[in-house]
Protein backbone atom coordinates (compact mmCIF):
# COMPACT_ATOMS: atom_id res chain seq x y z
CA UNK A 1 0.00 0.00 0.00
CA UNK A 2 1.32 3.31 -1.06
CA UNK A 3 2.07 5.58 2.40
CA UNK A 4 3.94 7.90 4.04
CA UNK A 5 4.23 7.43 7.88
CA UNK A 6 5.40 10.19 10.15
CA UNK A 7 6.37 9.12 14.14
CA UNK A 8 5.29 9.92 16.59
CA UNK A 9 1.82 10.89 16.09
CA UNK A 10 1.54 12.92 19.23
CA UNK A 11 4.63 14.75 21.42
CA UNK A 12 4.39 16.74 24.22
CA UNK A 13 8.07 18.10 25.04
CA UNK A 14 9.74 21.12 26.77
CA UNK A 15 11.60 23.75 25.44
CA UNK A 16 15.02 23.78 23.76
CA UNK A 17 14.74 20.04 24.25
CA UNK A 18 15.86 18.34 21.12
CA UNK A 19 13.22 16.14 19.37
CA UNK A 20 13.27 14.76 15.37
CA UNK A 21 10.21 13.28 13.76
CA UNK A 22 10.35 10.84 11.09
CA UNK A 23 9.06 10.98 7.93
CA UNK A 24 8.91 7.92 5.21
CA UNK A 25 7.49 7.08 1.98
CA UNK A 26 7.11 4.26 0.27
CA UNK A 27 6.65 5.05 -3.40
CA UNK A 28 9.62 6.11 -4.29
CA UNK A 29 9.05 9.90 -4.89
CA UNK A 30 11.60 12.27 -5.59
CA UNK A 31 9.78 15.26 -3.75
CA UNK A 32 9.35 15.58 -0.35
CA UNK A 33 7.87 18.57 2.15
CA UNK A 34 7.54 19.22 5.60
CA UNK A 35 4.34 21.45 6.25
CA UNK A 36 2.71 22.95 9.53
CA UNK A 37 -0.59 23.76 9.84
CA UNK A 38 -2.61 26.09 12.52
CA UNK A 39 -5.47 27.59 12.37
CA UNK A 40 -6.28 30.66 10.45
CA UNK A 41 -2.66 30.03 8.55
CA UNK A 42 -3.28 27.09 6.40
CA UNK A 43 -0.50 24.82 5.75
CA UNK A 44 3.01 26.29 5.17
CA UNK A 45 5.78 24.86 3.87
CA UNK A 46 8.65 24.21 5.94
CA UNK A 47 11.42 22.53 3.72
CA UNK A 48 11.36 20.47 0.87
CA UNK A 49 13.71 18.05 -0.94
CA UNK A 50 14.23 17.67 -4.55
CA UNK A 51 16.13 14.81 -4.13
CA UNK A 52 18.23 12.75 -1.90
CA UNK A 53 20.86 15.22 -0.43
CA UNK A 54 18.65 18.33 -1.90
CA UNK A 55 16.94 20.14 0.76
CA UNK A 56 15.78 23.73 0.11
CA UNK A 57 14.11 26.12 2.67
CA UNK A 58 10.18 26.53 1.84
CA UNK A 59 8.56 29.94 3.64
CA UNK A 60 8.69 28.91 7.21
CA UNK A 61 12.02 27.33 8.04
CA UNK A 62 13.47 29.19 11.20
CA UNK A 63 13.78 26.81 14.16
CA UNK A 64 13.97 23.57 11.74
CA UNK A 65 16.32 21.41 9.98
CA UNK A 66 15.88 18.36 7.62
CA UNK A 67 18.00 16.10 5.91
CA UNK A 68 17.37 13.71 2.30
CA UNK A 69 20.23 11.29 3.17
CA UNK A 70 17.91 8.18 1.60
CA UNK A 71 15.26 8.57 -0.94
CA UNK A 72 12.57 7.30 1.49
CA UNK A 73 13.62 9.25 4.19
CA UNK A 74 13.40 13.03 5.27
CA UNK A 75 13.16 13.66 9.24
CA UNK A 76 12.59 16.60 10.26
CA UNK A 77 14.44 17.97 13.10
CA UNK A 78 14.18 20.84 16.04
CA UNK A 79 17.23 21.64 17.59
CA UNK A 80 15.93 23.83 20.35
CA UNK A 81 12.00 23.48 20.49
CA UNK A 82 10.15 26.95 21.02
CA UNK A 83 6.19 27.39 22.39
CA UNK A 84 5.61 29.08 18.60
CA UNK A 85 6.78 25.71 16.95
CA UNK A 86 3.53 23.76 18.87
CA UNK A 87 1.42 22.86 15.65
CA UNK A 88 0.26 20.18 13.77
CA UNK A 89 2.99 18.90 11.21
CA UNK A 90 2.47 17.24 7.61
CA UNK A 91 5.26 15.18 5.75
CA UNK A 92 4.42 14.71 2.00
CA UNK A 93 5.55 13.61 -1.07
CA UNK A 94 5.37 13.31 -4.58
CA UNK A 95 7.01 12.84 -7.99
CA UNK A 96 8.29 15.70 -9.13
CA UNK A 97 6.44 17.13 -12.25
CA UNK A 98 2.92 17.37 -13.84
CA UNK A 99 -0.27 16.50 -12.65
CA UNK A 100 0.94 14.17 -9.72
CA UNK A 101 -0.54 13.67 -6.62
CA UNK A 102 0.76 14.49 -3.55
CA UNK A 103 0.22 12.22 -0.37
CA UNK A 104 0.56 13.15 3.26
CA UNK A 105 1.60 11.55 5.81
CA UNK A 106 -0.96 11.59 9.25
CA UNK A 107 0.51 14.01 10.79
CA UNK A 108 2.01 14.94 13.97
CA UNK A 109 0.60 16.78 16.83
CA UNK A 110 3.46 18.80 18.72
CA UNK A 111 3.23 20.57 22.18
CA UNK A 112 5.92 22.42 23.41
CA UNK A 113 5.81 23.61 27.11
CA UNK B 1 -2.57 39.78 -0.98
CA UNK B 2 -2.28 36.01 -0.12
CA UNK B 3 -1.39 33.69 -3.23
CA UNK B 4 -4.29 31.67 -2.88
CA UNK B 5 -7.34 33.03 -1.54
CA UNK B 6 -10.83 31.37 0.09
CA UNK B 7 -13.75 32.15 1.74
CA UNK B 8 -13.59 30.14 5.35
CA UNK B 9 -16.97 29.72 5.52
CA UNK B 10 -18.34 27.40 7.86
CA UNK B 11 -21.37 26.77 5.32
CA UNK B 12 -23.92 25.07 6.38
CA UNK B 13 -26.09 23.50 4.20
CA UNK B 14 -28.78 20.50 4.35
CA UNK B 15 -28.48 17.12 2.91
CA UNK B 16 -29.11 16.81 -1.05
CA UNK B 17 -28.35 20.59 -1.24
CA UNK B 18 -25.79 21.83 -4.02
CA UNK B 19 -23.04 24.14 -2.89
CA UNK B 20 -20.63 25.95 -4.21
CA UNK B 21 -16.57 27.43 -3.42
CA UNK B 22 -14.91 29.82 -5.14
CA UNK B 23 -10.91 30.55 -4.99
CA UNK B 24 -8.99 33.16 -6.24
CA UNK B 25 -5.39 32.86 -6.79
CA UNK B 26 -2.84 35.71 -7.71
CA UNK B 27 -0.42 34.20 -9.80
CA UNK B 28 -1.42 34.06 -13.58
CA UNK B 29 0.88 31.77 -14.94
CA UNK B 30 0.41 29.18 -12.48
CA UNK B 31 -0.78 26.31 -14.75
CA UNK B 32 -2.16 23.46 -12.10
CA UNK B 33 -4.66 23.44 -9.95
CA UNK B 34 -6.22 21.44 -7.14
CA UNK B 35 -8.95 20.76 -4.75
CA UNK B 36 -7.44 18.57 -1.81
CA UNK B 37 -10.10 17.33 1.34
CA UNK B 38 -8.98 17.80 4.89
CA UNK B 39 -11.28 15.81 7.24
CA UNK B 40 -11.10 17.34 10.76
CA UNK B 41 -7.06 17.59 11.63
CA UNK B 42 -6.36 14.80 9.40
CA UNK B 43 -3.76 14.52 6.48
CA UNK B 44 -5.16 16.40 3.04
CA UNK B 45 -6.07 14.13 0.43
CA UNK B 46 -6.52 14.94 -3.05
CA UNK B 47 -10.04 15.18 -4.82
CA UNK B 48 -9.59 16.26 -8.04
CA UNK B 49 -7.30 18.21 -10.63
CA UNK B 50 -8.76 21.43 -11.88
CA UNK B 51 -8.57 21.45 -15.70
CA UNK B 52 -9.00 24.30 -18.21
CA UNK B 53 -11.90 22.73 -19.36
CA UNK B 54 -13.40 21.83 -16.61
CA UNK B 55 -13.97 18.05 -15.14
CA UNK B 56 -16.42 16.58 -13.03
CA UNK B 57 -16.16 13.19 -11.27
CA UNK B 58 -19.47 11.87 -9.85
CA UNK B 59 -21.43 14.90 -7.67
CA UNK B 60 -18.44 17.15 -7.56
CA UNK B 61 -17.35 19.40 -10.82
CA UNK B 62 -14.26 21.72 -10.69
CA UNK B 63 -13.84 24.52 -13.06
CA UNK B 64 -10.61 26.96 -13.69
CA UNK B 65 -11.72 30.90 -15.08
CA UNK B 66 -8.33 31.79 -16.27
CA UNK B 67 -9.22 35.18 -17.42
CA UNK B 68 -11.12 36.15 -13.71
CA UNK B 69 -8.26 33.64 -12.08
CA UNK B 70 -10.40 31.87 -9.84
CA UNK B 71 -11.35 28.33 -9.80
CA UNK B 72 -14.31 26.79 -8.25
CA UNK B 73 -15.73 23.44 -6.88
CA UNK B 74 -19.19 22.55 -7.01
CA UNK B 75 -20.94 19.59 -4.85
CA UNK B 76 -24.27 18.34 -5.74
CA UNK B 77 -26.59 16.45 -3.93
CA UNK B 78 -24.95 16.80 -0.53
CA UNK B 79 -24.05 13.96 1.76
CA UNK B 80 -23.25 13.89 5.29
CA UNK B 81 -19.51 12.33 4.63
CA UNK B 82 -19.34 15.90 2.72
CA UNK B 83 -18.14 17.36 5.69
CA UNK B 84 -14.93 18.41 5.72
CA UNK B 85 -12.37 21.30 4.80
CA UNK B 86 -11.64 21.55 0.98
CA UNK B 87 -7.94 23.21 -0.28
CA UNK B 88 -7.81 24.89 -3.31
CA UNK B 89 -3.87 24.27 -3.93
CA UNK B 90 -1.98 26.21 -6.84
CA UNK B 91 0.99 24.26 -8.42
CA UNK B 92 3.44 27.53 -9.13
CA UNK B 93 6.04 27.18 -12.54
CA UNK B 94 8.55 26.16 -9.78
CA UNK B 95 6.50 22.83 -8.83
CA UNK B 96 5.91 24.48 -5.35
CA UNK B 97 1.95 24.11 -4.01
CA UNK B 98 0.68 26.64 -2.36
CA UNK B 99 -2.50 25.60 -0.38
CA UNK B 100 -5.42 28.31 0.66
CA UNK B 101 -6.62 28.58 4.26
CA UNK B 102 -9.68 26.04 3.26
CA UNK B 103 -13.61 26.09 3.42
CA UNK B 104 -15.28 24.64 6.23
CA UNK B 105 -18.47 22.07 4.66
CA UNK B 106 -20.65 21.16 7.40
CA UNK B 107 -23.55 18.80 5.70
CA UNK B 108 -26.67 18.92 8.60
CA UNK B 109 -29.97 16.15 8.36
Known amino acids: EAQVTQNPRYLITVTGKKLTVTCSQNMNHEYMSWYRQDPGLGLRQIYY???????DKGDVPEGYKVSRKEKRNFPLILESPSPNQTSLYFCASRDYGGQETQYFGPGTRLLVL | RKEVEQDPGPFNVPEGATVAFNCTYS??????FFWYRQDCRKEPKLLMS???SGNEDGRFTAQLNRASQYISLLIRDSKLSDSATYLC??????????FGQGTELSVKP
Open chain 1, 49 to 55: SMNVEVT
Open chain 2, 27 to 32: NSASQS
Open chain 2, 50 to 52: VYS
Open chain 2, 89 to 98: VERNQGGKLI
